[in-house]
């Protein structure tokens, strides 16, 4: 395999990398966004269930309602702790692979450099060439002697 189609083979490979990841970070932040929106309905919720509650006792309820109303705001909190953790991987999630994509884009911009670097270098080593064969003939040329 020649350098040429090794840096080929490398650059497909690094470009394909860079755009899986590009739809996976996409998705996860599609995924952070949901999550980010269930969390604030979830503290909505609460804050109206509170408000709720506490309207409730300031007219008299009952003790058992008083006492039902309070677990269901507890548990309510314990899923918005629950929500808030979820909303934390999530965000976790999200820099890491944005962090990949970045080193990953890198990559594939580096390989396009060197891709770049050796077409040229391919170029001037086919100009020398061709300018050493045109030396080569115009020395070996009777015609070209003449006007020397």
Same mark, same amino acid.
């Given at each position: 395999?020649?350098?040429? *189609?090794?840096?080929?083979?490398?650059? +497909? *490979?690094? *470009?394909?990398?860079? !755009? +899986?990841?590009?739809?996976?970070?996409?998705? &996860?932040?599609?995924?952070?966004?949901?999550?980010? @929106?269930?969390?604030?309905?979830?503290?909505?919720?609460?804050?109206?269930?509170?408000?709720?509650?506490?309207?409730?006792?300031?007219?008299?309820?009952?003790?058992?309602?008083?006492?039902?109303? #309070?677990?269901?705001?507890?548990?309510? +909190?314990?899923?918005?702790?629950? =929500? #808030?953790? @979820?909303?934390?991987? =999530?965000? /976790?999630?999200? @820099?890491?692979? =944005?962090?990949?994509?970045?080193?990953?884009?890198?990559? +594939? !911009?580096?390989?396009?450099?060197?891709? /770049? #670097?050796?077409?040229?270098? &391919?170029?001037?080593?086919?100009?020398? !060439?061709? /300018? !050493?064969?045109?030396?080569?003939?115009?020395?070996?040329?009777?015609?070209?002697?003449?006007?020397?």
């Amino acid at each position: 395999m020649s350098r040429q *189609d090794t840096l080929l083979y490398l650059r +497909e *490979d690094a *470009d394909k990398r860079q !755009k +899986e990841l590009a739809l996976t970070l996409g998705r &996860q932040r599609a995924l952070l966004r949901e999550v980010q @929106n269930k969390l604030q309905l979830l503290e909505n919720y609460l804050a109206q269930y509170r408000e709720q509650a506490a309207a409730a006792e300031c007219v008299g309820i009952l003790s058992t309602q008083a006492m039902e109303m #309070r677990n269901f705001i507890a548990q309510l +909190e314990q899923v918005l702790r629950l =929500q #808030r953790e @979820n909303l934390q991987h =999530q965000e /976790q999630q999200v @820099n890491c692979l =944005q962090r990949e994509w970045v080193a990953a884009r890198g990559r +594939e !911009k580096g390989l396009a450099t060197l891709a /770049q #670097r050796l077409e040229m270098e &391919q170029r001037q080593l086919e100009l020398r !060439k061709i /300018q !050493k064969e045109l030396d080569d003939w115009a020395t070996r040329s009777p015609v070209l002697r003449m006007f020397r």
